[in-house]
């Protein structure tokens, strides 16, 4: 279908739905799909942060020695503002310590502020910074590994978004087998949904063909822009040119507006405080150059849908 009759379909739905034009980006309603805290990081700075950005909600987990408890107890001062993710990364998830990680992710769940389920490393390269400082270890897991199918459960009985961590333009030489495990998840579970985080580093093509194939599969642009990109030294994939979406993504964007969603994956205090700003700024650029419909639903819509969060006007 030519871009125009897609574009001209997607005001058509705007208006329908009532939404504002997306020109007006400072106006836009973002929902923040996945962002993280550890220790050092103020939790109610996080608030304010948003306040500044115009985020109006975040759904955030716990990480490093922040305490599921605190988080909870964050949520349940902001529930309009916060949807806490029960995590997976702990040390019983890299130790293979199976009993008692399903007691881990039970404990969270548990906890009525807990709403979504945080990112699953599936495969993770090992992090070092430009001046080659350790920041994060490697985790190798199988699509197919116990681990996986015990936050897959979890998901399940909650009608919560399983949210891969699969960055495969890092694997090597694994890469095919890592596909074929995920795809084997997307085609067993074809009623649940599966979100690929920082469209799980890769192009255009492989984008499309996962969305042509399964109905199942979505993906959050975390990591995807030029100032997370010159921030590290990743292989991120870069959806922009310039201060827009890059001529491949605008189109599959518009074609499949239902598939993107907005998230900045904000782990550390620096994420926070020096990049979380500037990056929902150009954003903002971006979503205002694309249909009515289409910024709606990747800034907030689709979040909206996938984790039945209350709507945003």
């Given at each position: 279908m030519p871009s125009i009759r897609l574009e001209a379909l997607a005001i058509c739905?705007?208006?329908?739905?009532?939404?504002?034009?997306?020109?007006?980006?400072?106006?836009?309603?973002?929902?923040?799909?996945?962002?993280?805290?550890?220790?050092?990081?103020?939790?109610?700075?996080?608030?304010?942060?948003?306040?500044?950005?115009?985020?109006?909600?975040?759904?955030?987990?716990?990480?490093?020695?922040?305490?599921?408890?605190?988080?909870?107890?964050?949520?349940?001062?902001?529930?309009?503002?916060?949807?806490?993710?029960?995590?997976?990364?702990?040390?019983?998830?890299?130790?293979?310590?199976?009993?008692?990680?399903?007691?881990?992710?039970?404990?969270?769940?548990?906890?009525?502020e807990f709403g979504a389920l945080a990112e699953v490393l599936i495969y993770h390269?090992?992090?070092?910074?430009?001046?080659?400082?350790?920041?994060?270890?490697?985790?190798?897991?199988?699509?197919?590994?116990?681990?996986?199918?015990?936050?897959?459960?979890?998901?399940?009985?909650?009608?919560?978004?399983?949210?891969?961590?699969?960055?495969?333009?890092?694997?090597?030489?694994?890469?095919?087998?890592?596909?074929?495990?995920?795809?084997?998840?997307?085609?067993?579970?074809?009623?649940?949904?599966?979100?690929?985080?920082?469209?799980?580093?890769?192009?255009?093509?492989?984008?499309?063909?996962?969305?042509?194939?399964?109905?199942?599969?979505?993906?959050?642009?975390?990591?995807?822009?030029?100032?997370?990109?010159?921030?590290?030294?990743?292989?991120?994939?870069?959806?922009?040119?310039?201060?827009?979406?890059?001529?491949?993504?605008?189109?599959?964007?518009?074609?499949h507006p239902d598939r993107f969603i907005l998230g900045f994956d904000n782990v550390?205090?620096?994420?926070?405080?020096?990049?979380?700003?500037?990056?929902?700024?150009?954003?903002?650029?971006?979503?205002?150059?694309?249909?009515?419909?289409?910024?709606?639903?990747?800034?907030?819509?689709?979040?909206?849908?996938?984790?039945?969060?209350?709507?945003?006007?």
């Amino acid at each position: 279908m030519p871009s125009i009759r897609l574009e001209a379909l997607a005001i058509c739905l705007a208006a329908a739905l009532g939404w504002p034009p997306s020109a007006a980006a400072a106006d836009l309603p973002i929902i923040d799909a996945h962002s993280q805290a550890d220790q050092e990081i103020d939790l109610e700075r996080i608030i304010s942060l948003m306040d500044e950005a115009g985020v109006v909600r975040t759904i955030l987990a716990a990480r490093s020695q922040r305490k599921p408890e605190e988080l909870a107890a964050f949520a349940a001062r902001h529930p309009d503002r916060i949807t806490a993710a029960v995590r997976s990364k702990s040390g019983v998830y890299m130790k293979n310590k199976l009993g008692r990680f399903k007691k881990f992710l039970q404990q969270q769940a548990a906890m009525p502020e807990f709403g979504a389920l945080a990112e699953v490393l599936i495969y993770h390269a090992e992090k070092r910074n430009r001046n080659d400082r350790f920041l994060a270890p490697q985790v190798a897991v199988p699509p197919g590994d116990p681990r996986v199918a015990a936050v897959l459960s979890l998901a399940r009985q909650r009608t919560w978004p399983f949210v891969a961590h699969i960055e495969f333009a890092s694997i090597g030489a694994d890469r095919d087998a890592y596909m074929r495990g995920f795809e084997d998840l997307l085609r067993g579970n074809p009623g649940h949904p599966f979100v690929l985080i920082h469209m799980g580093q890769l192009g255009p093509a492989e984008v499309r063909r996962l969305i042509e194939a399964h109905g199942n599969v979505y993906f959050i642009a975390a990591h995807t822009n030029p100032i997370s990109v010159e921030n590290s030294i990743e292989p991120w994939v870069n959806m922009f040119d310039g201060e827009h979406l890059g001529a491949p993504w605008r189109a599959l964007v518009i074609r499949h507006p239902d598939r993107f969603i907005l998230g900045f994956d904000n782990v550390w205090e620096r994420h926070w405080t020096q990049l979380y700003l500037r990056q929902v700024a150009l954003w903002r650029k971006a979503l205002a150059d694309l249909p009515d419909a289409v910024a709606h639903a990747v800034a907030h819509g689709n979040a909206e849908r996938l984790w039945h969060l209350p709507p945003a006007r």
